[in-house]
């Protein structure tokens, strides 16, 4: 009974960190560092109120490696504001661009930045499973402080895709860091030993993921 009590008791005050609200049409879980968001309907359904503070318990760990253990910068105004995370194809309205935010099915989740303020959020698929949603939300978060390192409205499109594979090895790179045991990089090893031929800048949506096994390397 004693062991059942402390159980108990450690969720409550987990669960105590986490902020609920809502408005007319999102309903909200809040951190210490981040918001989770799906529309207003979902909000007594408990298996996406589930979904949303083993989110938020991700992106918290994430946030704990990524900037406290190992040191880089915090993402761009998290200072004063949380970063937005978007479950997609949920009816979470986004405010900034006026419009329901979606996902296309090929991702498992994206990362940007408020256009009105540079504030970094992402969007996660609705329908990945635990261990990829570990994963993306490490490499998704590493983006966000990959964007306070520069201003992206000076890098052009030319720019933006000769770069692009460090980008996406070093944010692979991360899911490691903060996942080490699930070993999602090895996914892209074939893809990287198969193709050796391949320029280091090019970009397909595969071999720049696959670059992670020269990151690790250097």
């Known amino acids: 009974m004693r062991i059942i009590l402390m159980l108990i008791t450690i969720f409550i005050s987990v669960s105590a960190n986490y902020i609920t609200s809502e408005d007319n049409k999102n309903y909200y879980l809040e951190s210490q560092h981040f918001k989770v968001i799906v529309g207003i309907e979902y909000k007594l359904d408990t298996n996406i109120q589930d979904k949303m503070t083993n989110i938020l318990d991700i992106a918290e760990k994430s946030w704990d490696v990524e900037i406290n253990q190992l040191g880089f910068n915090a993402p761009r105004n998290t200072q004063s504001s949380l970063i937005d995370i978007y479950i ?42 635990d261990d990829i949603l570990k994963t993306t939300i490490s490499h998704e978060f590493f983006h966000t402080i990959q964007y306070s390192y520069f201003e992206i409205s000076n890098i052009d499109y030319d720019k933006w895709i000769k770069n692009i594979w460090w980008f996406e090895a070093t944010a692979v790179l991360l899911e490691d860091e903060v996942y080490d045991d699930l070993n999602g990089y090895v996914y892209f090893a074939n893809q990287y030993f198969n193709n050796t031929d391949l320029a280091i800048e090019t970009y397909n949506r595969s071999h720049e993921y696959s670059l992670v096994v020269f990151a690790k390397y250097i």
């Open 88 to 129: 997609g194809n949920m009816n979470a309205y986004n405010y900034e661009y006026d419009y329901f935010q979606e996902i296309d099915a090929s991702f498992a989740g994206w990362a940007s930045s408020y256009s009105s303020n540079n504030t970094p959020f992402f969007v996660l698929s609705d329908t990945i499973n």
